[in-house]
Nanobody, 115 residues
Framework: QVQLVESGGGLVQPGGSLRLSCTSN????????MGWYRQAPGMQREAVAS???????VYADSVKGRFTISRENSKKTVYLQMNSLKPEDTAVYYC?????????WGQGTQVTVSS
């Protein structure tokens, strides 16, 4: 059973930075398309960024220039570096993995941006 485990969330002041990590236990991690989603209270879950097995990257307009997604296949880990954080970035952030129509989600990690 493939599992995704996120870490790195927390409380940060506006303008600050956080790095989220998502580690998988699959032996074929390099073939998975990985992504980050977020869900704020009362809102629908939205895509934040994704990175394919070929390192093709897509960002939501709201995070372009502030967030960076990357992957380290040797560690079976995908990262989300979040800079210049804003209060509107506050949400539960979820890691998502997709391979051959199989989709897996992590349990989520809370990010709160507040002074």
């Amino acid at each position: 059973q493939v599992q995704l485990v996120e870490s790195g969330g927390g409380l940060v002041q506006p303008g600050g930075s956080l790095r989220l990590s998502c580690t998988s236990n699959t032996t074929i991690f390099s073939l998975w398309t990985m992504g980050w989603y977020r869900q704020a209270p009362g809102m629908q879950r939205e895509a934040v960024a994704s990175i394919s097995e070929n390192n093709n990257i897509v960002y939501a307009d709201s995070v372009k220039g502030r967030f960076t997604i990357s992957r380290e296949n040797s560690k079976k880990t995908v990262y989300l570096q979040m800079n210049s954080l804003k209060p509107e970035d506050t949400a539960v952030y979820y890691c998502r993995g997709e391979f051959s129509r199989i989709v897996k989600w992590g349990q989520g990690t809370q990010v709160t941006v507040s002074s």
